[in-house]
């Protein structure tokens, strides 16, 4: 089976750096993605890894060590809007066919 | 571009009813997809679609059914409503990068489902 494992919830302070771990066991892999879902709202892309090392894109990096089975998901100078679940997803085979199977989400509360 | 678009955004039915949930793409993306989303949960994946005419069961199928007659829609039906199908209904689509896409997967703003 496939599973992917993350925090339910994390709570940081403005202006400070969180990091939001994911590991996954699965069979094969073909990408990590780290999506942001505001309450309420539709899930929105964020990132993408599919070898290892750092991918930093403004205030968000994301980190992947396949042989690890091992994520995170950097934010830095954290703001209110940053108040969001942060959603891990694996597409678990090497095909470009194979949906992709998600963790449950990482609440994260940003406080003044 | 509307990106994905889905309707009805609220819908209330009684057990044992049927509604079809609307979803449609104008980004002329060949992946489409539905999943459920229960409170505290992730996204389960309820039935997949790689092209016009292909559908494919996923995680969660039970209780659903779906259609591919064109590239743009992917409708999803449930038959026999029951309170287990409450839950908010996000369809998605995207192009892989073997086909000129980025892989990026691109969300409907969800349709909210409430069984009584």
């Known amino acids: 089976g496939q599973n992917i494992d993350q925090p339910t919830e994390m709570t940081a302070t403005e202006g400070a750096i969180v990091q939001i771990n994911c590991t996954y066991q699965?069979?094969?892999?073909?990408?990590l993605f780290w999506y942001q879902q505001h309450a309420g709202e539709a899930p929105t892309f964020l990132s993408y890894?599919?070898?290892?090392g750092l991918e930093e894109k403004g205030r968000f990096s994301s980190f992947l060590s396949r042989s690890k089975g091992y994520s995170y998901l950097l934010l830095k100078e954290l703001q209110m809007k940053d108040s969001a679940s942060y959603l891990c997803?694996?597409?678990?085979?090497?095909?470009?066919?194979?949906?992709?199977?998600f963790g449950k989400g990482t609440r994260l509360s940003v406080i003044a | 571009n509307a990106g994905v678009t889905q309707t009805p955004k609220f819908r209330i039915l009684k057990i044992g009813q049927s509604m079809t949930l609307q979803c449609t793409q104008d980004?002329?993306?060949?992946?489409m997809y539905w999943y459920r989303q229960d409170p505290g949960m992730g996204l389960k994946l309820i039935y997949y679609?790689?092209?016009?005419?292909?559908?494919d069961k996923g995680e969660v199928p039970n209780g659903y059914n779906v259609s591919r007659s064109t590239t743009e829609d992917f409708p999803l039906r449930l038959e026999l409503a029951a309170p287990s199908q409450t839950s908010v209904y996000f369809c998605?689509?995207?192009?892989?990068?073997?086909?000129?896409?980025?892989?990026?997967?691109?969300f409907g703003p969800g349709t909210r489902l409430t069984v009584l």
């Open positions: 998605a689509s995207r192009q892989p990068r073997g086909q000129g896409g980025n892989n990026e997967q691109f």
């Open positions: 699965t069979s094969g892999f073909n990408g």
């Open positions: 890894n599919v070898l290892d």
């Open positions: 997803a694996v597409r678990p085979r090497n095909s470009g066919n194979t949906p992709l199977v």
């Open positions: 980004m002329n993306h060949n992946y």
């Open positions: 679609s790689v092209g016009a005419g292909i559908t």
